[in-house]
C-alpha cells in the first residue's frame, strides 16, 4: 500500500513531537533521550541573538538562564536574575581564577562573571601587632561590616585618637611585583573575606611556594590573623588559619599577624 506524501509528512511530524525531543542534522540520527534539542554538524555552528547593551536591557522580563550574545562587548551574557530583577553576567574568555598571580597578589576569590575579585598580599604585613592603639573605644558600626573590609579599615583610622593599627599596615602597603602595575589599595580583611582566603588556602600556599619568589611567604597556618571587623569597644573578631575559625579577641593582644587584601 502506497502511503501519499502529505500523509508521510505529517506522521513523521507527530512522532518527533510524540518524542519530545528534536535532531537537526544531515544524517538522519535521532536526538539523544537527554537533549530536547540535538544539533549536530562538522561544519556549522550555533548563531544565538545578537544584541546591544541596550537591547538586552530592554528585553521584557527575561527568564533566568536566558542567553544573548552582546555585539558591544564582544560577550556570551545570561540572566542570572530573575524577570523582576534581571541580572546579566557576562562570559569573558580572559576570566580570572583562584590561584592566579594577579593585581600584585594571590587571587583568592572571584564573582560570576570571572572579571572581578579578591586578591591577597604576597607576605604578611606584620606578625605581631594590636589591633589598633586604642583599645576601650569603639568605632562603631562603620567598623563592624562583616563583608566589607575597605570600609572597615577606613574607618577604624579615622577614629579620634588613632595613631596605628592592623588596618593602617594594610592601607600604607605598596606593592609593584611581578610587573603587573603598582597597587597601593590594599585594606584589612573583613571576618567574611579572611574567611574566603582560609577557605583557599591550599591553592593560594601552593602557588607561592612555587613561584620562585624567595620574598614571598605562604599564610601561617598555625597562627591568628586580625580582621577589620570590630566586635565591640574591647574587641575585634580574629581568624585562627589553624582551626579555620573566627573568634572575638582583645584588640590588645600584640601577636597577631597581618594579611592585606584588595579587590579588582
Known amino acids: 500500500m502506497k502511503i ?10 507527530n512522532l518527533s513531537l510524540l518524542s519530545q525531543n528534536v535532531s537537526i542534522n544531515a544524517d538522519g540520527s535521532h536526538p539523544d533521550n537527554s537533549a530536547i534539542l540535538d544539533i549536530q554538524s562538522t561544519t556549522k555552528g550555533l548563531l544565538i541573538p545578537r544584541l546591544t547593551t541596550s537591547e538586552m536591557n530592554n528585553i521584557s522580563n527575561p527568564a533566568t ?11 556570551f551574557t545570561y540572566n542570572f536574575g530573575t524577570t523582576v530583577t534581571p541580572n546579566w553576567v557576562t562570559i569573558s574568555s580572559s576570566g580570572h581564577y583562584i590561584g592566579e598571580l594577579y593585581g600584585g597578589g594571590v587571587v583568592f576569590w572571584v564573582d560570576k562573571s570571572g572579571k572581578h575579585g579578591l586578591v591577597c598580599s604576597l607576605i604578611d604585613l606584620s606578625t605581631g601587632t594590636r589591633w589598633s592603639n586604642i583599645t576601650t573605644v569603639a568605632v562603631g558600626v562603620s567598623a563592624q561590616n562583616e563583608w566589607n573590609g575597605y570600609d572597615n579599615s577606613n574607618s ?24 603587573t602595575g603598582v597597587y597601593d589599595d590594599w585594606f ?9 582566603l ?13 613561584d620562585g619568589d624567595a620574598a614571598t611567604t605562604p599564610p601561617l597556618s598555625n597562627e591568628f590573623y586580625w580582621t577589620s571587623t570590630e566586635a565591640n569597644a574591647n574587641s575585634a573578631w580574629a581568624y585562627s588559619f589553624f582551626r579555620g575559625f573566627s573568634q572575638i579577641s582583645s584588640k590588645n593582644i600584640p601577636t597577631f599577624s597581618v594579611r592585606a587584601i584588595r579587590a579588582f
Open 4 to 13: 501519499p506524501i502529505l500523509l508521510l509528512f505529517f506522521l513523521v511530524v
Open 65 to 75: 538562564g536566558l542567553w544573548i550574545f552582546n555585539t558591544q562587548t564582544n560577550e
Open 156 to 179: 577604624i583610622v579615622l577614629q579620634s585618637g588613632h595613631i596605628s593599627s592592623s588596618a593602617q599596615r594594610c592601607l600604607d602597603y605598596v606593592n609593584d611585583d611581578y610587573n
Open 188 to 196: 584589612l580583611p573583613s571576618r567574611a573575606e579572611i574567611n574566603y
Open 198 to 210: 582560609w577557605q583557599n588556602l591550599f591553592e593560594i600556599n601552593k602557588v607561592l611556594e612555587l
